[in-house]
Each structure stands twice: as structure tokens, then as C-alpha cells.
């Protein structure tokens, strides 16, 4: 029996082989590099969406990294996923505390070897179903790799939920809840991120490599896409969760704010008590403030502080002693004590205050002795108004309490200056008004005057400000920021973007499944089309080898016209290269070409019929070389049938060009007097033939002109034949001149010549003024022989019209007859017929 090693290795072909070997010859230190880094990265990453107290997210990918790790090099990957995943909650434990404790510490170890335990049964899973190399090409493997995850994950929620269960960080209440939320996030992650893993670093390589792009970026994409609607889900839920929060911190401030008013009037009746009266006692003081102080417990101490000047000092002393034995003038001294005020020139020694118990180590200390009381006694002399003081060290009460003052300056009525001032105590003032808001609640209380913090309840671990207000009291101004505690944020979450996250996860894994199985389909097709591929090129290069030993040009066109194949005689006789044909339109790039370059309509090229009529074609056609010029070519064009229907057709072309120019030479001897160039008899009758006809068709009437030279065989024997030849041309010339350029003439033989003329409006008129301008050019003397010669011409005309019905014959006829009546009457004349 072969154990699964043999089998595996016995299903890599040799190249996949050969790449798994290299792989596992890679180095273990830096496989596992990678791995931690792999594995913390991602974690990192997907626990911003866990949630609290941070273990369990409802996404893990580095579930599928581990599980996807194992399944590709076996153990090789265990010590990159243990401290991998050591790492990662050895970094969530830091970020919870910042430090390193023993429970955070053991959390890590556990979690990290539960996670190394669920890849190595994930990978031995995986191996021992589906086995590796895997292509998950088909239904059983993917369906396989659907099953088993989520049996796989039972391990890692199992061990790690009961290991943080045990160590307290999970309360047993809420186990179930945990370990569902753990075992989706770590089945989701293997779902995900297992195939990504394979595209990454999975065997058989070209096969994965290749699904980068059909299968890895759509993943990626709709993951993206998803991970946006969750998070405007969350900051839909969070803005939702705060709602209750935002009232409580407007409630909270609305409140202080109004205590603190309520300090203002206290000072301001009290102020009104000593304003009113010549002297007030200290039992007068005592009545008036314990009602306020019932009503505001959050005040320290009410107080009065007189002006003393330096010369009253024994005398007052003196005084408060009976009442408070051992009464000084005091003030701190450099270790914080109190000792007797040195000399100035004056004083506000707190005389009265209430309620004494508590705060006697307050009574004879001097206002003025410290900085930051005597800036507040100078800005309330100065306004007339309650001014609070900065924050300060308090003189009452045990240890060092901060608190601040508000004071308030008095004129009695006997015209005594002094002090009405309250001493609050920060931590006093906010308990009475935060045990109801507390748990629910972290308060901080700045004096942005001072830039200060008066009050703090934030824990040590950073916590974000979520909402600050302004208050203000005395003249300064303070802000109140709060933001929701824990247990807050415990009793409002919301689970809707948990729920839409993990659904849409689980679709991103269906989705790959459905890729997986899409791509691998598209990798077998895409391996049948390499092989029928190579057969066609192994057929295209036979047919190459037959083409380039023909002697006829051929090439090949799509249904579209573009070609597609040519044969070395084509380029030589088009002039274009295989490069320069192969795509290109043979309609626009050599069919039907004017000379100027531009292409005649295509409807216009029969021989392109075949790709609609399925019909061969045989004729002779005009291409165009790449230099421009005309290539004369007899083509056979047959269409490509494919399922009763054309695809396309292949053109055998030959040039013809000999062939042309030979009956081109054989029509113009024809045709055509040799010694003139001008058409011959043949040609004149045949044009007036069509003439005639046009004249019929078109009731329009016509001349023809019929002429011989005047003592031409004179001017032959006297000059020889080379003058009479040349003087022939010259004739012919002159006659060109003087006639239209739609008018015909030819030569019938000797010095015998005629001119038909079309589309006469007065054919007798007309015939008459063409003739004399005949004769007028004929009649210029020309040079033979150093001697001045003149010729002359003798003329007949003959009209025809539509309703003669008569023949080109009949018309040179007649034509003739009026030739020799010109040259009886004298030569160098004109007669009609």
C-alpha cells in the first residue's frame, strides 16, 4: 500500500515536482519569516473589526494562511504559525494594557498553540481527502474543501475560548457567544483565504499563478467592497449606540454648568449680607451659610476674607484669637506648611468659614501670600465681579486637593473692603453630580485658561474623546470631554454590520468556489486549445512549406476581410511584408485601389462576393503594390465553409502583366494608325457607329469631316517619304488643334483623314466653322528641308440627324463625295453633301 507521500508525489508531473522541491529546499528560518509575517499582518489587520474584547473577530484570515500554510509544506510551517500567532496576541494584549502581564502573556501561548494545532489538522485533512498538489478544478475537491472547514475551525474555537475562559478574560456567561463568533471567524477565513493562499505560493504553480486575475482579484475585490459596507454599517450603528451617550454628556454639562451659576448667586447673596450691614458675626455667618451649605454639598467651604493692612494686623489678631485661640496671620511656607505671614503692607486672612469642622487649617490664611489666589483677589477688585481662580492646591482637607475658588469683592456699609469667596473642591463637586453616570461614563474637566486638567476619570490606556462642551464660571472657561465607558459600549452594540460582514464573507468564499471550479473548467479547455493550437501550427507550417514552392501569390481572409495568411510570391508581387498583411484589410490595402491611395467601395469588389455567396470566383482584377503602381492579376477566390456557412476565403492570384501588355500592343495596332497614333478605320466607324445612335437616342444631330491633303504625293516624291511621313504627323497634329476634345478623328489610309462632331446645334453652321479652323491651321507654313512648305486640305461634310436612319457607311459616303467636289472646285475648300 503507498502512504500518501508516494501517492501525492505520484500525481505531480515533473515541472510541478521540480517546483515543490525548490520550495522545500527554502530555507526554514526564512519560510518561517514569512509565515509570522503572514500571519501577524493579516491578523492585525481583521482584528480592527473584532469584537471586544479584541479576540474574535468575525473574519480571521489568518485562519486560512495557517490551515492554507500546512496544506502546502506540511510541518515545515508549524514554528512560522506558532510564533506568528504568538506574536499577533502578544501585541492585542499590549495594545489592551501596555505591558506585558502574565494572563496576557499565557492568552498568547495558549491561542498560539491552539492555532498551530488547527493547521496541522487542517493540512492533514486537506492531504488526506482532497491530496496535493490540488487544482480544485472540479466538484469534489471544492465541495471537499466546503465540508471540512468548518469541522476544521471546531478546533481552534474549542481550544482557545476555553483557555481564555479559564484564564477570566472570557466570563463563562458569555462562552457560547465567543466560541460561535470565534468558529465563524476562523471558518470564514479559511474559506477566504485558503484559495488566495494557494494563488500565492500553490501547486500545480501555472495553474494558480494564472488565477491571480480570474480568481484572486475578484475575491479581493468583492472582500474590499464588503469590508466599505461594513464599516459605514458600523458608523451607522456607532453614530445609533452614542445616541444615549450624547444625552447623558449633554445632561452632565447642563448640570455643572447650572451648579456652577448656582455658586455665582450664593457669592452674590452673601455679598449682599455684608454690603447691608455695618458688621456681621460669625454667628450671623454660621445661619446664612448652612442652608447653602445643605443645598450644595459639593462646596468645601464658604469663607470671609477681610482686608487687613500691616498697621491693623496686631489688633485684628488679637481679636480672632478670642474666638479661634492661636489665631495668625498665615501663609505656606517652601515645604508646604503653614507658618506666620511675613510683613507687607497688607492682607485677606480668611476670618470666617464655614463649615469649620474640616476646614480650620484653613482660618488666618492669607489670600494675598500665594500667586495664583492674589491674580484672582487683583481681577475681582478690578471688575467688581466673581472670579474663579485657577486650579490650586487646597489649604483644607487631607493630602494635596485640587480644587479652584471663586471670589467675590464686598464693600460694607461702614466702608470695609474684604473678600466672600467659596472653595470647591473638584473630586467633591463632580462625585455629587456623576454616581449615576459613572460606569456609564469617562469625564474630563480642562481649564482651558490654564490649560489644566481640573478632573480625570479616562482610564490610563488612551481612550479617544468622542464629545467635548464648553462651560464657563468667573471668567474662565473650561472643557468638559466625556466618552463612553466599556460597559457603555457592552449594553449598545449593535450586531447588524457583525452579521452583514460574515455573510458577505461567506459569499466572497462561495464566490471563489464557484472561480475556482470556473477557472480550473477554463485551465482544461485552455490546455485542449494549446494542443489543438500546436496542430494547426505544425498544419499552417505544412501548408507554408506547400504555398512557398507555388508560383502564384495566395492569401487567406476572415469573414471580416482582414487576412490572415500570405505566401512568400504574394509579398514579392504586392510588394507588403507577412508583417505588414498579416491583420490588415486586403479590401483597403491593395483591392480596387485608385492611384491617389484611396479605396473604391467595397460593394464595388466582386471578387469579395464570395464571403457572402459561398460561390467561387474567376476573373481578372487590378491590385495595387505597396510602391503604388498597378499589379494586373488573374484571381481565383474560393470561400472557407464551416457548418454550411463562410468564414472567410482563399485568394490565388497570378500577374498578368505580359499578358496585358501584349494585348494592349495587339489592340492598338487594331485600332490605332501606327505613323499618327490617331484611330484607324476600324476604330472611326465603330465610333461613328455609337455616334449615330447617340444621335438617335438623344435627338441630337452631328457632322462628319471628311479630308485629304492637297498635293501631298507632290510633296512625297519631292521630299521622300520621311517628310511625307512627317508631314502626315503634322497634319494630324494641326488637326487636334482645332477641333474639341470630345470630337473623334482618325486616319482612314494615306493622306485621308476624318472628324466627327456631336451635339451640333446648327450642323451646317457649325461643320463650316470647324472645317475652316481646319484649314486655317493646316494652312501654316511648316519647314521640310530648309524650305518653306505649305500645306492645304480639301474638306467635305455630311450631317446626320435622328430622322436619316443612316449608316456609318452612308454617312463616310456622303462625307466623301463632298471631299471631291471641294478639290473640283479648286482644292483647299469646303462642300456639304
Known sequence: MQSLGERVTDRIPPQTKNSSDARTAQPLWLTTLI?????????????????????????????????????????????????????????????????????????????????????????????????????FDNIHDVLSFQLLSPLICLVSATLSVSSLTALGIISPANFGVHWGIWWIGDTLGVLVILPLTLVAAGEPRALWRKRAATLAVPMALAFSLLVVLYINISKWEQTDSLVEFRLQSQRLADNIQSRLDEQEALLEQIERLFANENSISPETFRHFTQKALLR?????????????????????????????????????????????????????????????????????????????????????????????????????????????????????????????????????????????????????????????????????????????????????????????????????????????????????????ALLMLGTGH????????????????????????????????????????????????AHRLLGWSEQQLRGSKAHALFHYMRADGTPLPL????????????????????????????????????????????TGAVFAFRDISERKALEARLYRQAFYDALTELPNRRYFMDRLQQAIHRAQRNNQRGAVLYMDMDGFKQIND??????????????????????????????????EFTIILEGLTDPFADAQAVAQKVIDAISRPTQIAQQTVRMSTSIGIAVFNPASGETPDSVLSKADMAMYQAKQSGKNGIAYS
Open 296 to 512: 450644595f454639598p459639593m462646596i468645601q467651604a464658604v469663607e470671609w476674607a477681610p482686608r487687613i493692612d500691616a498697621a491693623d494686623r496686631p489688633a485684628f489678631e488679637a481679636r480672632q484669637s478670642t474666638r479661634i485661640p492661636g489665631y495668625q496671620i498665615r501663609e505656606r511656607n517652601e515645604q508646604g506648611g503653614l507658618q506666620r505671614a511675613s510683613d507687607r503692607r497688607y492682607f485677606y486672612p480668611i476670618s470666617y468659614l464655614e463649615p469649620f469642622t474640616g476646614n480650620q487649617a484653613a482660618a488666618g490664611f492669607d489670600l494675598a501670600s500665594t500667586a495664583t489666589r492674589r491674580s484672582a483677589i487683583i481681577e475681582t477688585l478690578r471688575k467688581g465681579t466673581i472670579v474663579a481662580s485657577a486650579p490650586l492646591q487646597l489649604i483644607q482637607g487631607p493630602g494635596a486637593q485640587s480644587g479652584f475658588l471663586l471670589l467675590l469683592s464686598v464693600t460694607t456699609r461702614s466702608g470695609d473692603h474684604g473678600l466672600v469667596l467659596s472653595v470647591i473642591k473638584v473630586s467633591g463637586f463632580m462625585a455629587t453630580l456623576l454616581p449615576a453616570n459613572t460606569p456609564q461614563l469617562f469625564v474630563r474637566l480642562i481649564d482651558i485658561n490654564a490649560r489644566q486638567t481640573v478632573y480625570d476619570s479616562f482610564p490610563a490606556t488612551k481612550s479617544p474623546v468622542l464629545l467635548q462642551q464648553q462651560l464657563e464660571l468667573g471668567g474662565r472657561h473650561y472643557r468638559l470631554e466625556t466618552a463612553p465607558s466599556p460597559a457603555y459600549l457592552a449594553q449598545h452594540t449593535g450586531w447588524q454590520s457583525w452579521v452583514v460582514l460574515a455573510a458577505g464573507t461567506l459569499g466572497t468564499g462561495l464566490l471563489g
Open 718 to 751: 519631292s521630299f521622300g517619304h520621311e517628310a511625307g511621313d512627317h508631314i502626315l504627323r503634322l497634319f494630324a497634329e494641326r488637326l487636334q488643334e482645332s477641333v474639341r476634345k470630345i470630337d473623334s478623328i482618325a486616319r482612314l489610309g494615306g493622306d
Open 522 to 569: 477554463t485551465a482544461r479547455v485552455e490546455s485542449q486549445v494549446d494542443e489543438r493550437t500546436a496542430e494547426l501550427q505544425e498544419s499552417e507550417a505544412r501548408v507554408r512549406e506547400i504555398t512557398s514552392a507555388l508560383g502564384e501569390g495566395v492569401y487567406v481572409i476572415d469573414r471580416h476581410g482582414n487576412i490572415i495568411f500570405s505566401n512568400p510570391e
Open 603 to 646: 460593394e464595388a469588389c466582386e471578387m469579395l462576393a464570395v464571403l457572402h455567396t459561398n460561390q467561387i470566383y474567376r476573373g481578372e482584377e487590378t491590385f495595387w503594390r505597396q510602391d503604388g503602381s498597378a499589379l494586373p492579376v488573374e484571381v481565383c477566390a474560393s470561400p472557407i465553409i464551416r457548418d454550411g456557412s463562410s
Open 35 to 135: 509565515l509570522i509575517a503572514a500571519y501577524a499582518g493579516t491578523g492585525k489587520l481583521c482584528l480592527l473589526l473584532a469584537i471586544s474584547p479584541g479576540y474574535a473577530s468575525a473574519i480571521f484570515p489568518p485562519a486560512g494562511v495557517a490551515v492554507g500554510a500546512a496544506f502546502i509544506i506540511g510541518k515545515r510551517a508549524f514554528p512560522g504559525l506558532f510564533l506568528g500567532s504568538l506574536l499577533l496576541n502578544l501585541w492585542v494584549a499590549y495594545a489592551e494594557g501596555h505591558h506585558f502581564g502574565a494572563i496576557g502573556m499565557a492568552a498568547a501561548i495558549l491561542i498560539a498553540t491552539s492555532s498551530t494545532v488547527q493547521a496541522a489538522v487542517g493540512g492533514w485533512c486537506l492531504r488526506k481527502v482532497i491530496a496535493y498538489p490540488a487544482a
